[in-house]
């Protein structure tokens, strides 16, 4: 499909643009919206280990930026790990803004080789709506 071709591409891209000074270990992602949007990102490392970040939250920020939309299909890339999983962090972070049936596609260098979906990879999460429950406690 042409836009997941795509969608590969730019995570596979971005994955090129990574400062992964630290762990020498580039990750990509991107992220399509239902409007055929590419939002990409690449891990940031910085010598203060802990405020380094991950390549879904860069791409996360662009999405922001952009005005968001509705996220269809997530692609992952690392070219020293095969079908590289996001982190709980940034599971927790891709649930907030895709809904849980968005595609999860885990890569090699050469294109998508699984693929499952946001809900799968973070099941019992933590969600917004226990915020309007407060007086259940
Ligand atoms: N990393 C990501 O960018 N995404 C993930 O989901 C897993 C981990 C990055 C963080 C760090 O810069 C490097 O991979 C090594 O942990």
């Given at each position: 499909?042409?836009?997941?071709?795509?969608?590969?591409?730019?995570?596979?891209?971005?994955?090129?643009?990574?400062?992964?000074?630290?762990?020498?270990?580039?990750?990509?992602?991107?992220?399509?919206?239902?409007?055929?949007?590419?939002?990409?990102?690449a891990?940031?490392?910085?010598?203060?280990?802990?405020?380094?970040?991950?390549?879904?939250?860069?791409?996360?920020?662009h999405?922001?930026?952009?005005g968001?939309?509705?996220?269809?299909?997530?692609?992952?890339?690392?070219?020293?790990?095969?079908?590289?999983?996001?982190?709980?962090?940034?599971?927790?972070?891709?649930?907030?803004?895709?809904?849980?049936?968005?595609?999860?596609?885990?890569?090699?260098?050469?294109?998508?080789?699984?693929?499952?979906?946001?809900?799968?990879?973070?099941?019992?999460?933590?969600?917004?709506?226990?915020?309007?429950?407060?007086?259940?406690?």
């Amino acid at each position: 499909m042409a836009n997941l071709d795509a969608l590969f591409q730019a995570a596979k891209g971005a994955m090129e643009k990574a400062r992964a000074t630290y762990s020498q270990f580039p990750v990509g992602a991107a992220l399509l919206t239902q409007e055929g949007d590419i939002f990409a990102g690449a891990n940031i490392e910085v010598i203060s280990y802990p405020e380094g970040w991950c390549a879904e939250t860069t791409a996360l920020s662009h999405y922001v930026m952009a005005g968001g939309g509705k996220i269809t299909d997530i692609c992952v890339i690392a070219e020293k790990k095969d079908l590289c999983t996001p982190c709980g962090g940034c599971r927790q972070r891709l649930a907030e803004f895709a809904p849980p049936d968005a595609k999860l596609h885990l890569c090699t260098m050469d294109g998508i080789a699984e693929t499952t979906s946001v809900g799968a990879l973070l099941p019992l999460g933590f969600e917004a709506e226990v915020l309007s429950n407060k007086s259940q406690n």
